[in-house]
């Protein structure tokens, strides 16, 4: 049997804490037999939570008590530094010591990527790590790059995010030659920002990339790249464009297949088959959103992640381990250094 891979999962973190990351973890190790999860929290709340789960395999999950839970708006460089025993700080350095593969946490975003860099640090040449989601496509799923973690990205960032999704797109997705490109306001190369106009040539010239030129957001749903390359800022409206649209979207068909007899009886005729197209537009059905070029592996799940997601995202840590990403990632960086910060 494969080694098993070793998950702390931020118990206190998010909205629906501890209810849904428990829930997760349980039906994560229900599921797979090469996880052991380490939930940090409030121990008393925690066992309740777990008390309503009889048949898990109960040595699978340890829990690890923390007296203390970081808001969501606290400030992440203070709350990393003053709350040291908070179920972010413990499960971050339970990384750093590899006592743990991996941590996913669905709590403040900003206190995981600070407490990410500063506490469990980046891989040897890696300038900026970015936060990279798979979102959902009509080709199955791209890499979204960066989408939360650097705002005032330079040039030579985003090159190091194209050779990170292109590794990752490779060895976890499966796709030979990911096909990487630029967001932009248009196709041609003389367009975009002065950011996108000085990254564009740099991208061309990677021998060790596949660059297909710019991307327009309205084609990035289409699937007509596997890496999405930006800058946070952009990348972050992507993302929450894209959830708002979908959940929109949702509430127009539902509605439209409540109008009146005919349209009822219609939607139970459909409702299988929409059941399943919908299913595949789900980002929560891909994991969290992990923090490239860290020594080691930090996940984060939406603020509002239910069970199934949490264990996507533990699921996908499982993978992260087994194909060594984050060394395929720093022998990468190492080996051709972008430009100086």
Same mark, same amino acid.
């Given at each position: %049997? ?34 052991? &999860? ?19 395999? =109960? ?5 690890? /008590? ?12 203070? +709350?990393?530094?003053? *709350? *040291? ?21 669905? $709590? ?12 469990? $640090?980046?891989? *040897?040449? &890696? ?24 705002? !005032? ?17 490779? /060895? ?24 996108? *106009? ?20 309205? !084609?990035?749903? %289409? ?26 979207? %949702? =509430? ?7 109008? !009146? ?24 059905? /891909?994991? $969290? ?12 799940? /939406?603020?509002?992640? =239910? +069970?199934?997601?949490?264990?996507? +995202? ?24 972008? !430009?100086?910060?």
């Amino acid at each position: %049997m494969a080694e098993s891979v070793r998950v702390v999962v931020d118990a206190m973190g998010g909205d629906n804490a501890p209810v849904e990351p428990v829930k997760g973890a349980v039906e994560a190790v229900t599921k797979r037999q090469d996880i052991q &999860v380490i939930l940090t929290g409030q121990q008393d709340i925690i066992e309740k939570e777990l008390e309503k789960y009889p048949n898990y395999p =109960k040595e699978r999950i340890q829990v690890v /008590h923390t007296s203390e839970v970081i808001e969501t708006a606290e400030p992440p460089v203070v +709350a990393i530094r003053k *709350k *040291k025993d908070s179920s972010i700080v413990v499960g971050l350095n339970m990384v750093k010591r590899q006592e743990a593969d991996a941590f996913v946490s669905s $709590g403040s975003t900003g206190a995981v990527l600070v407490g990410g860099q500063v506490l469990v $640090g980046r891989s *040897k040449g &890696v300038q900026r790590p970015p936060l990279a989601p798979l979102i959902p496509t009509t080709e199955g799923v791209s890499l979204l790059i960066d989408c939360g973690a650097n705002v !005032d990205a330079r040039p030579s960032h985003l090159v190091q995010f194209a050779k990170m999704g292109s590794i990752y797109m490779e /060895h976890v997705v499966g796709i030979k030659k990911p096909r990487v490109a630029i967001v932009n306001n248009g196709a041609e190369e003389e367009k975009g920002n002065a950011l996108v *106009k000085e990254t564009f040539p740099l991208l061309k010239a990677c021998g060790d990339i596949n660059f297909i030129g710019s991307i327009e957001a309205r !084609d990035i749903p %289409m699937g007509y790249a596997d890496v999405i390359v930006c800058e946070a800022f952009v990348g972050n409206v992507i993302l929450k464009l894209y959830e708002g649209v979908g959940a929109a979207m %949702m =509430k127009k068909i539902k509605a439209g297949m409540m109008t !009146d007899f005919r349209s009822k009886m219609g939607a139970l005729l459909v409702k299988p088959a929409l059941k399943a197209t919908l299913k595949t537009f789900d980002a929560s059905e /891909h994991g $969290g959103a992990p923090l490239l070029g860290l020594k080691g592996l930090v996940v984060k799940t /939406h603020g509002s992640a =239910k +069970a199934g997601e949490v264990r996507n +995202a533990i699921f996908q840590c499982v993978q992260f381990k087994q194909q060594k990403i984050n060394e395929k990632i720093a022998e990468r960086i190492h080996e051709a250094p972008a !430009d100086a910060e």
